[in-house]
Nanobody
C-alpha cells in the first residue's frame, strides 16, 4: 500500500529535542509535498510544518518557528521533523501527510493531504 510510516516520538523534557521520521516503502517522497500536523489535547488538528517537492522550500506555523526544522533525506526516502526547545504545548499526536497530486504545493492546510501516517505521540514533560 502507498502509505506513510512514522517513527520517533516519545517523552522529552521541556527544552529538549526529538526527531520524528516519515517514510514510505512504495513511493518516492521527494515527488510530493509532505506536511506535518499535530493534534493536541482539546485542540483540533493543526499544521506544524511542510516541505515542498522540487526546491525543498518549507513553511512553519508561527508557534514552532525557530524551534522546529523540517528536512528531507532523499537517499533514505524520509522526511524529518526535528523538535528543539520542546514546550509542554508541543505535546500531542503528530502525523505526516502527503497529497495524491504531486503538483500540490506545500501548505499547512490539512485538506491538501490525502494520505496520512499512523501518528506518533510526543509528550513534553519533566
Amino acid at each position: 500500500q502507498l502509505h506513510l510510516v512514522q517513527s520517533g516520538g516519545g517523552l522529552v523534557q521541556p527544552g529538549g529535542s526529538l526527531t520524528l521520521t516519515c517514510t514510505a516503502s512504495e513511493l518516492r517522497l521527494n515527488y510530493y509535498a509532505i506536511g506535518w500536523f499535530r493534534r493536541s489535547p482539546g485542540k483540533e488538528r493543526e499544521g506544524v510544518s511542510c516541505i515542498s517537492s522540487g526546491d525543498g522550500s518549507s513553511r512553519y506555523a508561527d508557534f514552532v518557528k525557530g524551534r522546529f526544522t523540517i528536512s528531507r533525506d532523499n537517499a533514505r526516502n524520509a522526511v524529518y521533523l526535528q523538535i528543539n526547545n520542546a514546550k509542554a504545548a508541543d505535546t500531542g499526536e503528530y502525523f505526516c501527510g502527503r497529497p495524491t497530486d504531486r503538483r500540490r504545493p506545500c501548505t499547512l492546510g490539512a485538506n491538501t493531504y490525502d494520505f496520512w501516517g499512523q501518528g506518533t505521540q510526543v509528550t513534553v514533560s519533566s
